[in-house]
């Protein structure tokens, strides 16, 4: 499991999390990939792609897992 800091901000959006930590190329493959039900947060399949995601939560896209601190 990887670590994403959240630096100055209380909150990042699902779909800008997938992209800053490479697990999509882009903004808009983050967006289709949350579209398709591929992202889960906490365990629950997230379909909303401007979704806050806040410190203490786990996204996981395909093989990766994302802890958010």
Do not use: W, Y
């Amino acid at each position: 499991m990887e670590i994403f800091e959240l630096t100055g901000r209380p909150f990042v959006e699902l779909c800008d999390l997938l992209k800053l930590t490479g697990s999509c190329s882009s903004g808009g493959s983050a967006k289709l990939a949350i579209a398709a039900g591929e992202v889960k947060v906490d365990n629950q399949v997230e379909l909303r792609k401007r979704c806050k995601i806040r410190s203490g939560q786990i996204v996981e896209h395909g093989t990766e897992r994302f802890k958010v601190v």
